[in-house]
């Protein structure tokens, strides 16, 4: 089956940016806005996206759908979605490219195939593609995960891991457990050292000997405070992964608390948009400790 005609569910920041992309090459690419707040209604029109009046109509339309939606937001989208295909009978195939556990995957898989639909199992690596960056990979596995074959190439990179269900979410799971995991133990190491009062000199000792540490932290520091409350869910998904395997979630489980904490921080208030982009690790540091739990119920 040719595809031609694309759905996604959402356009958010990484949906807007692969729709775009994907129309850039050719493709149709449509989403159903009801109900999506001004933002992502935004963002979808900057990509280019054709916006459906009805989830039906949407499925009606579709060759293929794409969930990209925040990873607490996945089941929700999957059960619109099965809802929808089960009462109008439109069922395309549906891939979850979400930041899910694979036990997450084949839930949602059965909720689809329920539905009528073949399920793909998908996770994306990289930040959103744009006209000058095209190394976003999207694994997919499954018995359909070919169909995605077509996409390698138009603006993002596909790759194949069979037809097991649970394959691609596992691959994410292990990437964004060392990448985002990586950046909640860097956000305790600062937010540790402004607590004890060695902020300039950790940051000196970082800069001089952990360079490429440094220059890490110092990227993520403007972005992590408002993308917190994303990374919550997805650790909780990377622990639940860890532990069915057998491997202590506890590592997780902890930057579940780091995430948590940034999230209620001012910091927090921002969005991408208005971001302060020249935070730095230091500044950052000082608003995390300021309101550590502790340190907020001693006052």
Known sequence: MALKTVAIISPGDMGHAVGRMLGLHGYEVITCLANRSERTKRLAAAGGIRDCPTMAEMLERADIVLSIVPPGLATQAADEVAESMAESGYCPPYADCNAVSPESANAIAKQISD?????????????????????????????????????????????????????????????????????????????????????????????????????????????????????????????????????????????????????????????????NKNLTPQQAAAVYAEYLPMKMDDT
């Open 115 to 275: 539905a009528g639909a073949d399920f793909i199992d998908g996770g994306i690596l990289g930040p959103p593609p744009s006209e000058t960056r095209s190394n976003t990979r999207f694994y997919f596995s499954g018995e359909r995960a070919e169909l995605l074959a077509a996409l390698d190439g138009k603006g993002i990179v596909v790759r194949l891991l069979g037809t097991e269900i649970g394959r691609a979410s596992g691959i994410k799971m292990c990437y964004a457990a060392l990448t985002k995991g990586t950046h909640a133990l860097q956000t305790a190491v600062i937010t540790l050292a402004e607590a004890l009062g060695l902020t300039e000199e950790v940051s000196h000792e970082f800069q001089t000997s952990q360079e490429a540490s440094y220059k890490q932290m110092a990227s993520s520091a403007p972005r992590l405070p408002v993308v917190a409350w994303r990374y919550i869910d997805e650790m909780k998904q990377i622990a639940q992964t860890f532990e069915a395997a057998g491997v202590t979630p506890k590592f997780h489980e902890g930057a579940v608390d780091i995430y948590t904490h940034l999230a209620t921080t001012p910091l927090a208030e921002q969005t991408l948009e208005t971001r």
